[in-house]
């Protein structure tokens, strides 16, 4: 080993520690922001010291210096743009991007060096073997499923789950193809072109048959879950290419990225397993037919809603996804204000999932001045809406839905704000259409709720004019 | 197996341990950040696709890696960019302000 080499890999190992530093760093509010400036200074040695490296070993040549020079600058220009021009509500399908083009890069590694060695004629020991298959499996399915589960949050594709028929017996032939492929390799011995391909195809496919029949409340674990996908298919890549920062990051991701999962999916109370192998799927005929028959609906209009809100002692505003999306957070911040000055006692019920994510509802308020303590946990707010006068619903629905108390819906056994606690409830929403899970909301038709329908950030304005005016 | 895949694996199998060390008690608040700092982590993917580029001599090859350190590059550095545009915001929070700035409040 070179004295240059040996430096190196003392710097990929202390870029390897900043990223354990630093994720430790990120699991508490206070000192998050530095957690993640540790871990980019890890990733800025480990990148600087392979630079080290290969101008100091001096066989690369000029092709593979405009190679890593563009991409950086491409990938690099694409990335920062996109992450500084996101709108904090699209914020989720982008890190969905991100973890694509990033599974995709572990699983190039390993396609590229399967392609030379079988150019050279060589024949693969077998742990290279399977870890390059390993990487090109996994990265494949995080490459395509990451790019499905952005589009589905983007609205691209239909948010509702989208059952493809036969799908059980195609993912199973996906399975036999990749697992058959496999096996003729490693038990040949002898690099096949046409087979790895086969392989790429299948885990490509797989990906996509992965993610569509899933619904989009599903989403956030999902993407959590392919970002685990990805760190597992680094650390083979870190196999295959015999480098060892590779193979902790990938590692540490990989595991990381499980829990984080695991205590997602127990936020929503879901089992991984079961958003896995069909999410919202079944019993829609039934749900439909309890929203069908369920009575009518009241609307409400401004004036009305103005004097229920400015006259009560407590009022619990529920933000929802439709309110970040009206980019309405200023609004609601302008008449909670508003309200308080009149001696109404505001808070906000945060479900942990509001918003696209767990915590992204938190991100959007504090974004628009939200003073930190009136936003409250579900748990924390629940018992209060029985003392509530006004639940006001802004672009919120499922998290809202008493029939997640009842077993036999698409929303069963989710945890909801018990948002018909409250004395009277008025939702703000512009058309009686469906939420992320595809189903009716009985809030909408209790005798209670009062259904002003407006665009959130136009019927909030008009409410807070209206309430100035009395 | 040789000394060197026990070597890998005995660090693999510890940095597996380690990343489930890592992740504590997490406020739910805090579960998206870091589900995006981590996804930045595995950006680390870049220093395998800078090394099979330099390495890269036909021309498919050559396409194949620099696609890699493209994607690569994009997960690094959106990655990171973003984690932090949405860290900035918890700052704010970490610390309550008793005082909104709102012009109106001056209720008291």
Redesign the interface.
Known sequence: MTPIETVVRLV?LA??AA??F???R?????T??N???V??AG?AL??GG??LL?ISNG??GV??WI??V???A???G???F???T?K?TA??Q??S???A??G???A??A???Y??IA?QGQVLPL?IQVATVLDVVIGCITFTGSLIASGKLQGLIPCKPILIPGGRIVTILLALVAVAGSLFLFVTGQTNVAVLFAIIAAGLIFGVTMVLPIGGADM?VV??LL?SF??TA??M???V????????????????????TK??AD?MNRSVLNIMIGGFGGGEGTVTAVGAEGGSVRSIGIDDAAIQLAYAANVIVVPGYGLAVAQAQHAV??LA??L??RGVNVSYAIH?VAGR????M??LL??A?????Q?K?MDDINPEFDRADVALVVGANDVTNPAARRPGSPVSGMPILDVDHAKSIIVIKRSMGRGYAGIDNELYVNPKTGMLFADAKQGLADLVAAVKAL | MSTELIGALTVFVLAILCGFAVISKVPATLHTPLMSGANSIHGIVLVGSMLIAASATDPLSQVLSLVAVAFATMNVVGGYVVTDRMLQMFRKMAVPSKTPPAPDESKA
């Open positions: 990929w870029g390897a990223f354990v630093g994720l430790m990120m699991n508490s509010p206070a998050a922001r957690g993640n400036l871990s980019a990733m480990a990148v392979t630079a290969l066989s690369v092709a593979g190679i890593i563009v991409g950086i491409v990938g690099g694409l990335g920062l996109t992450a500084r996101v904090m914020m989720p982008l890190v991007l991100f973890n083009v990033g995709g890069a572990a190039l590694i396609i590229d060096d392609l030379r150019g742990d956030p993407i959590s970002n990805t760190g680094v650390a890549a870190g196999f290419i015999d480098n060892t920062v590779l193979i902790i990051a990938g590692a540490l991701v990989g595991a990381s990225g499980a829990i984080l205590l997602m936020a911040r302008e204000e508003l308080e000055s942990p994510m767990p915590g992204h938190n991100v504090a974004e001045n939200v003073p930190y303590p936003l946990e």
